[in-house]
Each structure stands twice: as structure tokens, then as C-alpha cells.
């Protein structure tokens, strides 16, 4: 199902920064109650396949349809289906918690997870996910506000970012695992009060963080863009509360007419006065 969110609400309330175009905005349903809690999205190439990843362990792929203009006008998906642990068995209880999606070129998947921070990769060769190696900053990330992002860089390295960096005046650090080996090549600025959500490396090679403010009243996102040496720091865009719901997931591709567009989803926390939304926005690079 499909519901558009009123556009004068975004231009009286969000704050779009230049070379961002506000695209459209809908609200995806499904009678499933594993439904909802929408942490990660990966959208392939070409706008119209994607993968979802909620926060209970569960994984979504499904399809967009949309119009002449690249707008959705449809979600068409599977239903839910639970993300087995690498026995082969349901993850249950604080190691649930996935957070982060990213997938490869040849189609493999990532998943980063929050209440015991790890990393692993979805198929090992045998069906089965496998978990890859930690950095041993992972068991001292704040409860609750751990691997939260995830991304995959051109040479194939795993960028993940926890949503808290520990402290208000403390950048957050960006762990790489590449080629086996854990580093942290950069970190990001922190500004004001947003925390991160949610990342993607996007065609053009540049890291993208999504991020949101809860302000008692509902929540504010951010975009910031950086290159891969956490430099060249730009704000895409800043919405004002209640734009959108709780975003937390964000992938960026390129349009047939060369353009890149940003899909952000939103985490319902399973409550009935929130919405898993879809908003998306094209970038004029």
C-alpha cells in the first residue's frame, strides 16, 4: 500500500540545503506482524529491487514500482522472513538487534548488528551466515548504541559507525575492515545533537550519514556527505521535526538520467502512531 505524504508539510517544515531536490514520500504497509522496525535499506541499481532489514532480525526483498518520474507509485515484497544465527537457528533476544545493510557488487549481503556488536555476511558458501572478525573497541560501545550503520566501499572494505560516539564533544569513529584487518581511517565531526542512523557509499564513492534528533516531539533527520578520508564534509539536507518519521536507513543510486537519488526508510518501533515510511530525495550534484 501507498500514501503520500502532503508536500506543503516538508516546505513549511523541512529545510532542504542546496543541491538537494525533495522527490516524494510514501508510507509501506503490510498485515505481517513481523512487520516494521525498519533499520537498513539497500536499493540496487536501478531503483526498482531492494532489501530491508529490521531491527528483530528479519530481512525483507521486495520491489518498487514507480511512474515516469522515478516516483513510487507501489511496494511490492515478500513477507518477512527471520534471519537464522550461524547454526542454522532463530537469533534470539539482545543479539537480534540488526541494524545495518550492505551489499556487494556481486550481491552479497552484510549485516551489521547493535546489542552485541558484530559484523557477518549472510551467506558463507553453505546457506549459512558467517561472522567476521570484531574490533576490539566493540565490547566497550555504549548499550543500545552500537553498530548501527553499515557500508561498502569500491574495493570492497566494510565502513560500520555506532550511533554514539561516547561522549557529546567526541567525533565518531569509522571502523574499516579491510582485506581481513580492522582500522579506523577517519572519524566524523559531531554536530549538535543528531545521532547516526544509518550509511551508504553511494556510485560516486562518497560516504553518506544519515542521521536524527528525537525532540520530544518527534524527530529531526540529517544528511551529512563526506569523501573517504572523512573530509570534503557537506550538509545535504536538514528537515525540521515531524518532516519525516524515525529514518534510519539510507541508500543512494543513480537514476537512468544519471542523477543520484537518496531512499531513506524510517523504524516504527512497532508502535501504532508511527508509520514505516519511505521518503527519497534526488540529488543535483
Known amino acids: 500500500m501507498r500514501v503520500r505524504f502532503p508536500i506543503a508539510l516538508a516546505l513549511w517544515a523541512g529545510v532542504a540545503v542546496a543541491g538537494v531536490l525533495r522527490q516524494d514520500s510514501v508510507v509501506w504497509t503490510m498485515d505481517d506482524p513481523g512487520f516494521g ?56 533476544g539482545v543479539r537480534a538487534d540488526s541494524e545495518g545493510v550492505a551489499v556487494g557488487p556481486d550481491g552479497t549481503i552484510y ?9 557477518r555476511v549472510e551467506d558463507a558458501g553453505d546457506g ?10 566493540f565490547a566497550t560501545l555504549q548499550s543500545n548504541s552500537a553498530l548501527e550503520a553499515l557500508a561498502i566501499g569500491p574495493d570492497g572494505a566494510l565502513y560500520t559507525i555506532p550511533e554514539r560516539s561516547g561522549r557529546a564533544d567526541r ?8 582485506d581481513g584487518a580492522w582500522d579506523i581511517p577517519f572519524e566524523l565531526p559531531r554536530r549538535g ?5 544509518g550509511a551508504d557509499i553511494g556510485p560516486d564513492g562518497r560516504l553518506y550519514v544519515l542521521e536524527r534528533d528525537f525532540t520530544g516531539i518527534g524527530f529531526r533527520s540529517r544528511v551529512r556527505r563526506f569523501d573517504l578520508a572523512g573530509g570534503s564534509e557537506e550538509t545535504l539536507l536538514e528537515t525540521g521535526t515531524g518532516v519525516h518519521d524515525n529514518l534510519e536507513g539510507i541508500s543512494v543510486w543513480r537514476q537512468a538520467d ?23 530525495y534526488v540529488l543535483d550534484e
Open 258 to 280: 544519471g542523477r543520484l537519488r537518496m531512499t531513506l526508510i524510517s523504524d516504527d518501533n512497532f508502535r501504532w502512531f508511527q508509520v514505516t515510511e519511505i521518503a527519497e
Open 193 to 197: 545533537p543528531f545521532l547516526v542512523s
Open 111 to 119: 549485516l551489521s548488528f547493535e546489542g552485541v556488536a558484530r559484523l
Open 171 to 178: 567525533p565518531f569513529p569509522v571502523y574499516r575492515l579491510k
Open 37 to 92: 522496525g525498519f533499520s537498513a535499506i539497500h536499493v540496487f541499481p536501478g531503483g526498482e529491487r531492494f532489501v530491508a532489514v529490521s531491527d528483530r532480525a528479519m530481512i525483507v526483498e521486495g520491489q518498487f514500482l514507480r511512474d515516469g518520474n522515478g516516483d513510487i507509485t507501489a511496494v511490492e515484497s515478500r513477507h518477512p522472513a527471520p534471519l537464522p544465527d550461524e547454526n542454522g537457528d532463530p537469533i534470539e
Open 128 to 137: 549459512l551466515p558467517r561472522r567476521l572478525p570484531r574490533h576490539p573497541d
